[in-house]
C-alpha cells in the first residue's frame, strides 16, 4: 500500500516539474520615442523579454539596465516588461543602453542600443569684473550646468570693428571653465561670451552661445606726447632735446621709455616728464618711441628726427699705396667744398688708433712696419668725422731662394714622388714662387716665406736640373735659386747567387760565389747567407758595380748546405736571391786513402791464404815419394791445372777492382763534363 503512495506521490511530482518549465526567447531594448533625442524631451527605455512557458504561470523578472556599462536602473515585475522613465532627456543621458533580466535562475541580455540626446544646454558666462583698467586682466567662467565632461569650452572677446579674440579650452574632468583675456591699449568697451562642445560618436555637438557679459575699460594714463627742441628738423653740431610726457591716474609704478631702433636712450620712474639731451650728429636722423608703461598697461608715441649734414667725411688720399721699403710716402686729407676743419692722421690698431700728426699732410719714409691702414679725422663745431681707411703696403725685397728636397738629400727613389721646397727668408709676402725642371715652369704658388713641390714624374735618365724664382711687389723684381740636380736611384731588381764549381765541391777545395742583380743604383751592398736553423752571415760587401765574387778557401764537410743573397742600395729595399744547395764530397787523395785501407786488408788476407795451401801441400808430398813415377807425373799435371785455375780467380777480383776505380773514374769525369757545360 505504502509503495503504491509512493509511486503515485513521485509521478505527481514529475508532472508538476514538467508543467512550470521556460526558456528565453529574446531580450530587447527600446527608446521611446527614437534613439535621436531632443535635449530637454522625455525619454523611456524599455527592456522586453519574450519568454516561452510550458504551462502558465507565474514568474519574477528581475529587470537591470546599464548605461556605459553602469547600472542607471534595477526592478522586479511578474510582466515581461519594464520601463526607464527620463523625464527630461539632456546630453548626459547620451551613450549605449543595455537591459539585462534575470529569471528562474536564468539570465539574458539584450544587444546594446546608442541613444543621443541631440542639443546641449545653454552655458552661463560670469566675469569677475564689470570695469577694469588698460593692462589688467579680465578673468571669466563658463559653465554647462546639466552636461557631463568631457567638454570644450571656446571664448571670445569681442570690440567695435575687430575680428573677436578666442581661447579654445578642453575640460576632461568638469563641467565649466576658467580663463582670462588681457585688456590692451586701445580697449574701451569689451563684450564676452562662450559656448560649449562635446564630440558624441566622433561628432563634434556644439551649444548655442551663452550670455554676452559686458566689461568696461578705464584708462590708467593718457597716450605721452613727444616734442623735440628746438625742431625736429636740425643741423649735425647743434644741441638737440627730447621731451616725453604723460597724465596718469595714479603715479605708482608708472615708467617712461625713450628709445631709438630698440636702443633706450633714457628712462624714468614715478614721472610723468622725461628729458634727454645729445648734440646731434648723421646717425642721430630717425623714428624715436617714447612709451609709458604701468602694470600691463603700454602706451607709445613715435617721432621723426631729420640731422643734417654740417660737412661732408674727409678724404685721405696716399701718393701710393704700394711702395719698396725706405721710400718716402705722404698723406694728405681734405673736405670737399670746405677748408676750416681741424684735421688728424692716425694709423689703424686693433688696440686702438695711433696717433701720428694733427695736421692735413703727413710725408715720412717709410719700413715694413709701418704697413697697415691709414685715416684722418676731421672736427668741426664738436662733430668728428673719420675717412675711409687706406690700405699702405711696403715692400722689402726677397732674398735669394734656397731649393732643397724635404727628405734632406738631394735624390729620389725611382717610382716615389719628389717632394721640393722653395725659401726665401728675406722678403714682404705674399711671395710669388715658381718652379722649374729644366726650363719648363711645373708650378706657381704664392706664400708667405716658402712653398713646395711635389713631382710625380721621376724617369731613370732625367738629367734635367731643378730651380725656383721668388718674387714679390718690390721693385727689384724676382731672385733664382742655385740648379739643384737630384740624383734618381733605382731600386735594386732580380739578385741571383751562383757558385763555382757548382752544386758539388771537394772537400778542402776552394768555391766562388757570384751574386749579381739585373738592376740597381751603386753603390750596391751585397750579403751572402749560409741557412741552418738561424740564418748566418758569411760575407758583405759594397760594390760600385753590379756583381761581387767571393771566395772561399779550403771547404769542409760542415759548410754542406743551402746558400743564397741579399742585395740593396739606398732605395732602402732588400731584394733575395733564389737559394742554392753545395754538396762537400770527398777529395781523389781522400778515396785513395780510403780504398788502401779496405785493399790492404783484403789483399793480406788473400796472401795468408794462399801460402797456408801451400804449405798445405808441402805436408802431402812427403810421404808420396817413394810412389811410381807414372804417379808422381800424374799428380804434377793435377797440381799445375789447380794452380792455373786459382791464380785465374785471383787476377780476375784484382781486374774487378781495377775495372770498379776505372768506372769511378769515368763517373767523375762525366760529372766534371757535365759541369763545364
Known amino acids: 500500500m505504502y509503495l503504491a503512495l509512493l509511486v503515485i506521490f513521485l509521478q505527481c511530482s514529475g508532472l508538476y516539474t514538467q508543467e512550470r518549465v521556460f526558456t528565453f526567447n529574446t531580450v530587447e531594448i527600446k527608446v521611446q520615442p527614437s534613439v535621436k533625442v531632443k535635449n530637454g524631451a522625455p525619454m523611456s527605455i524599455v527592456c522586453h523579454a519574450d519568454i516561452s512557458k510550458s504551462t502558465d504561470f507565474q514568474l519574477k523578472h528581475n529587470f537591470t539596465i546599464f548605461k556605459d556599462g553602469k547600472l542607471v536602473f534595477m526592478t522586479v515585475s511578474n510582466k515581461g516588461d519594464a520601463q526607464y522613465e527620463i523625464p527630461m532627456a539632456r546630453s548626459s543621458d547620451t551613450g549605449e543602453y543595455e537591459c539585462t533580466v534575470e529569471a528562474g535562475g536564468k539570465t539574458k541580455s539584450s544587444n546594446s542600443l546608442h541613444v543621443w540626446v541631440t542639443g546641449m544646454t545653454k552655458p552661463i558666462l560670469t566675469a569677475e569684473k564689470k570695469e577694469v583698467l588698460e593692462g589688467e586682466v579680465v578673468k571669466l567662467r563658463c559653465e554647462l550646468p546639466e ?26 574632468y568638469r563641467n565649466f571653465s576658467v580663463v582670462e583675456f588681457s585688456v590692451e591699449e586701445g580697449d574701451n568697451i569689451l563684450q564676452f561670451d562662450c559656448f560649449g562642445r562635446r564630440n558624441v ?13 559686458l566689461v568696461t575699460v578705464r584708462e590708467p594714463f593718457i597716450k605721452p606726447t613727444l616734442n623735440a627742441k628746438p625742431s625736429s628738423n636740425i643741423t649735425e653740431g647743434d644741441r638737440i632735446q627730447f621731451e616725453c610726457s604723460t597724465v596718469v591716474a595714479r603715479m605708482r609704478d608708472i615708467e617712461i621709455i625713450l628709445q631709438k631702433n630698440r636702443t633706450i636712450l633714457n628712462s624714468v620712474r614715478d614721472e610723468k616728464l622725461l628729458k634727454y639731451s645729445a648734440v646731434a650728429t648723421l646717425e642721430d636722423s630717425g623714428e624715436y618711441l617714447c612709451k609709458v608703461e604701468q602694470g600691463r598697461a603700454s602706451k607709445t608715441t613715435k617721432l621723426n628726427v631729420v640731422v643734417s649734414e654740417l660737412f661732408p667725411k674727409p678724404i685721405l688720399a696716399a701718393s701710393m699705396s704700394k711702395l719698396d721699403e725706405n721710400k718716402e710716402l705722404t698723406l694728405s686729407c681734405s673736405i670737399s667744398g670746405f677748408r676750416k676743419a681741424n684735421f688728424s692722421i692716425l694709423r689703424k690698431n686693433s688696440n ?31 662733430i668728428v668725422k673719420e675717412s675711409r681707411p687706406v690700405r699702405i703696403n711696403v715692400y722689402a725685397p726677397v732674398s735669394k731662394p734656397t731649393l732643397s728636397v724635404v727628405s734632406g738629400l738631394p735624390e729620389v727613389v725611382l717610382g716615389k714622388p719628389l717632394r721640393l721646397i722653395c725659401r726665401s727668408v728675406m722678403g714682404t709676402p705674399p711671395i710669388t714662387f715658381t718652379f722649374y725642371k729644366g726650363n719648363e715652369v711645373k708650378k706657381v704658388v704664392i706664400n708667405d716665406t716658402y712653398a713646395t713641390f711635389l713631382d710625380e714624374n721621376i724617369r731613370p735618365n732625367d738629367r734635367r736640373g731643378y730651380k725656383c724664382d721668388a718674387r714679390n711687389n718690390h721693385s727689384s723684381g724676382m731672385k733664382t735659386s742655385n740648379i739643384l740636380n737630384v740624383t734618381v736611384i733605382v731600386p735594386i731588381r732580380n739578385a741571383s747567387l751562383g757558385s763555382i764549381p757548382y752544386g758539388e765541391v771537394e772537400d778542402g777545395s776552394e768555391i766562388a760565389f757570384l751574386c749579381s742583380v739585373k738592376e740597381g743604383s751603386w753603390p750596391i751592398h751585397f750579403r751572402i747567407f749560409r741557412k741552418t736553423d738561424h740564418d748566418v752571415l758569411l760575407y758583405e760587401k759594397s760594390e760600385n ?17 743551402t ?29 785513395g786513402i780510403i780504398a788502401a785501407f779496405v785493399l790492404i786488408p783484403i789483399a793480406g788476407a788473400v796472401t795468408l791464404t794462399l801460402w797456408w ?12 815419394m817413394e810412389m811410381s813415377g807414372s804417379a808422381l807425373a800424374t799428380n804434377l799435371t793435377s797440381e799445375k791445372l789447380t794452380r792455373q785455375h786459382n791464380d785465374g780467380d785471383y787476377y780476375t777480383g784484382s781486374s774487378y777492382i781495377e775495372d770498379s776505380e776505372n768506372h769511378m773514374k769515368s763517373t767523375d769525369e762525366s760529372n766534371e763534363n757535365t759541369r763545364a757545360s
Open 563 to 591: 746558400y743564397y743573397c741579399m742585395a740593396s742600395n739606398r732605395a732602402n729595399v732588400d731584394v733575395k736571391s733564389h737559394p742554392i744547395t753545395i754538396s762537400v764530397i770527398l777529395a781523389a787523395w781522400q778515396k
Open 201 to 213: 560618436k566622433l561628432e563634434f555637438e556644439s551649444s548655442e552661445y551663452s550670455n554676452k557679459t
Open 147 to 172: 552636461e557631463v565632461p568631457p567638454l570644450y569650452f571656446l571664448f571670445r572677446k569681442i570690440k567695435m570693428n575687430s575680428t573677436p579674440k578666442e581661447k579654445l579650452v578642453f575640460e576632461p
Open 613 to 624: 795451401f801451400l804449405c798445405k801441400k808441402k805436408k802431402a808430398k812427403g810421404p808420396s
Open 545 to 561: 758595380a753590379d756583381r761581387v765574387v767571393w771566395h772561399k778557401e779550403a771547404m769542409k764537410r760542415q759548410d754542406t748546405g
Open 352 to 382: 686702438g688708433d695711433i696717433w701720428l700728426k694733427n695736421s692735413r699732410n703727413l710725408t715720412m719714409r717709410v719700413n715694413v712696419n709701418d704697413t697697415g691702414s691709414y685715416i684722418c679725422k676731421a672736427e668741426v663745431k664738436g
